[in-house]
């Protein structure tokens, strides 16, 4: 029986899109590095950034909203305020109403390998209903820019 591959840090030039995030003093922990929760909110504040910000979604007034499903993180080097942060975004697959987004967070100093590395998968739902829902084309558009 073989052991399973260790996850490995991945270079910049895997991800497709970036998002500077700036770390604050409450991120860090007592032992002096950013808190493992912190990384799923910049993986969060990332993607739906980007989202927003290319007119993908519209988290007010938008019919469909993605909700989380699954997340995961690789931890491989400390991050650590007052160091900007980096993140790295790309699509590894769309489905008809889901959508698994894979982070990295990189290091504000240029760093060509990330410091950590995961993702998440939304599923898309009616606001209303709760109920899986198509893509829309606005977002479908967006996704094909970060595959």
């Not at 270079?11 to 990384?39: C, E, L, M, P, Q």
């Not at 519209?58 to 995961?72: F, N």
């Amino acid at each position: 029986m073989s052991s399973p591959t260790r996850p490995q840090a991945e270079a910049r030039s895997a991800y497709k899109a970036f998002r500077d995030i700036g770390t604050r003093w409450s991120d860090n922990d007592i032992y002096g590095h950013v808190n493992n929760v912190v990384y799923y909110s910049w993986f969060d504040t990332a993607v739906n950034g980007l989202l927003i910000e290319h007119g993908a979604i519209d988290i007010h007034t938008g019919g469909v909203i993605g909700l989380v499903i699954e997340t995961q993180c690789n931890y491989f080097a400390p991050l650590a305020f007052p160091e900007p942060v980096v993140a790295g975004i790309r699509v590894a697959h769309v489905g008809s109403s889901s959508v698994r987004y894979e982070v990295a967070l990189f290091p504000g100093d240029e760093s060509q390998l990330c410091a950590a590395r995961g993702h998440f998968i939304h599923v898309y739902v009616d606001r209303a209903t709760r109920r899986p829902a198509s893509l829309p084309p606005e977002l479908l558009s967006v996704l094909e820019t970060l595959r």
